[in-house]
């Protein structure tokens, strides 16, 4: 068994492919329209689905926003160096809603984005060997 996806429901999908590809730096793998249900989904990451996990973007197509409760916790993404990426980030018109800099209680250096629906996105700095 192997992760496939990860399922994000989005309210505007052109906004939500900009971020994950312009100030993420995902590609667009497929995207296929459903008429009959009313909905479109997306598929985006770093590398093909056969070769690693990637996230779906379902918009249906009579919902701008959800509420997104109190379960869901956040993607994680391994960067070389969180304080850039926030950087980078920020410059690309992406919310920064956590700086870089250790977590609480360690050493690992974290930072959190959100992106345009509010989902956190934990930025994890690679450890050096």
């Given amino acids: 068994m192997r992760i496939l996806h990860t399922m994000l429901r989005v309210g505007n999908l052109d906004r939500s492919i900009a971020f994950y590809t312009n100030v993420l730096g995902m590609r667009v793998l497929r995207s296929t329209e459903y008429p009959t249900g009313r909905f479109t989904n997306t598929f985006v990451g770093y590398q093909s689905e056969s070769e690693g996990p990637v996230l779906e973007l379902t918009y249906n197509w009579d919902t701008d926003k959800y509420d997104l409760g109190t379960a869901?916790?956040?993607i994680a993404l391994e960067v070389d160096d969180a304080y850039a990426a926030c950087d980078k980030i920020r410059k690309?018109?992406?919310?920064?809603v956590r700086e870089a800099g250790p977590m609480k209680h360690g050493t690992t250096v974290i930072a959190f984005v959100e992106d345009p629906d509010g989902y956190k996105i934990e930025l994890i700095q690679?450890?050096?060997?």
Avoid: E, F, P, Q
Avoid at 126 to 129: F, N, Q
């Fill in 126 to 129: 690679k450890k050096s060997l």
């Fill in 72 to 74: 869901y916790g956040h």
């Fill in 92 to 96: 690309l018109g992406g919310n920064v």
